[in-house]
């Protein structure tokens, strides 16, 4: 699968960083000259070839101390390279560091600290007279979002380990990795989201009204031109029309961001359950990718909330879930946050909705959806410790009598709400893995 890559980075310019001060050097400083005069004493009182060595060797540590803090590495580059620049979570990256500086004594050790968002590299060596040095290193990592690399810590010392000097460099460009969320890979999606978009399957829930008359019975806040008189008078109780809907063309992913919508389950926090939704996102969003070359996708309370996607505009699949690297759980969301009006019109919307469970301001959004005759499925994500059935609460039951769709997602493989524990094994369905059908 081709990488989408972020803008050039900017050049940057290095650090005005000091040498390491405060109590640590100057406890190194007290511990070594007390050291120093302890062996000149024992030498003056006691006399002896191996305390005047040991005299010696103390004086000669601490000019080798005062030169390396003195005359050590000045005029600190630093250049780093990473390839590639997005990946996918859970990948490596592949860091290329160059090193140069300047100085008018041997170093005896040099180490170099780089940090790219959790990672941390450390790399030792032994420079001598030499004045440059360059490495590479993989690194592994595993949380999605637009990692930066920050400034670099050179340290560098004498060859007892008495002082240690230190700065804080800035590279000479600045480095960004975006780390992808991994797609989920949707076991089953074929023999059921497609099945039911080529038949359209009703709820076990929903009256499925009179053949050739597309009727069913009303539903609380449907608009009153849809309310079939004649058949509701015969019938004694209210039928609606069920507005056509056409052939979808149009796909919206909606991940809820809300907080509420991602309960603790079990052993597995909310968070965790917000980061597997945010990889079912993903999953739906390839689908889209692979079957219709463009869909929408919807981000509650984030500055561009709704983006709309197009496969010609893209560099490859994986700049679909770009707007999904940086997504972040919402404490709460406003009732604007949710609205869908400007899909009100479009008479050919297919609505996924990603979320832990269905609370009442995202339910309002979808139940508005569905009055207006849009198709709306509703996936909810279960933690991959829970297993067997569960109880469908108020909201799903209604949901599901209004002719909606919902599943249970867990570990990629859809259910139907409630019933987890009623399919066959899942090994009876088979997909193609993500990465390496893309590839091909």
Request: charged fraction near 20%.
């Amino acid at each position: 699968m081709k990488r989408a890559h972020p803008p050039a980075s900017r050049p940057a310019t290095e650090d005005k960083a000091s040498l390491a001060t405060g109590s640590s050097m100057a406890w190194a400083w007290l511990r070594a000259i007390c050291l120093w005069g302890i062996a000149g004493v024992l030498y003056t009182w006691l006399g002896g070839a191996s305390l005047r060595f040991l005299w010696l060797l103390c004086t000669a540590i601490l000019l080798s101390g005062a030169l390396l803090g003195l005359t050590g590495p000045r005029a600190i580059k630093i250049d780093r390279r990473l390839s590639p620049v997005c990946i996918y979570a859970g990948e490596e990256t592949e860091l290329t560091v160059s090193l140069k500086f300047a100085t008018l004594m041997p170093v005896p050790w040099m180490m170099l600290q780089v940090q790219i968002g959790g990672a941390v590299v450390r790399k030792l060596w032994f420079p001598g007279f030499r004045r440059s040095a360059e490495f590479n290193c993989r690194i592994p990592l595993k949380e999605r979002g637009s990692w930066e690399g920050g400034t670099c810590t050179v340290k560098w010392g004498d060859m007892f380990g008495w002082f240690r000097y230190h700065r804080e460099v800035k590279g000479m460009r600045e480095i960004q990795v975006i780390v992808l969320p991994k797609p989920m890979n949707l076991k089953g999606y074929d023999e059921r989201i497609l099945a039911m978009d080529e038949q359209d399957v009703p709820s076990p829930f929903h009256s499925q009204g009179w053949p050739g008359l597309d009727l069913r019975e009303y539903v609380p806040g449907d608009p009153l031109k849809w309310v079939h008189w004649k058949n509701s008078a015969r019938a004694g109780r209210l039928h609606s029309r069920v507005p056509e809907q056409g052939p979808l063309t149009e796909r919206l992913i909606l991940l809820d961001t809300e907080a509420s919508g991602y309960p603790v389950s079990g052993s597995c926090p909310g968070d965790e359950l917000f980061e597997l939704a945010v990889s079912a996102a993903a999953g739906l969003l390839y689908r889209a990718a692979l079957t219709q070359g463009e869909a929408y996708l919807q981000l509650p309370g984030h500055t561009a909330s709704i983006v709309h996607l197009r496969r010609e505009e893209q560099s490859g699949e994986g700049g679909w879930l770009l707007p999904l690297a940086n997504v972040q759980l919402q404490a709460s969301l406003a009732k604007a946050d949710l609205q869908l009006d400007e899909f009100s019109a479009s008479r050919s919307l297919d609505v996924h909705v990603v979320t832990g469970v269905l609370h009442p301001g995202l339910a309002e959004a979808i139940f508005r959806l569905r009055r207006a005759g849009k198709q709306v499925t509703v996936h909810l994500i279960l933690a991959k410790q829970q297993t067997g059935g569960r109880e469908l609460t108020g909201l799903e039951r209604q949901w599901m009598e209004s002719g909606g769709r919902l599943f249970d997602l867990r570990d990629g493989f859809f259910y139907p709400a409630g019933l987890t524990d009623s399919l066959p094994d899942q090994e009876e369905y088979h997909e193609p893995n993500i990465r390496s059908d893309a590839e091909a």
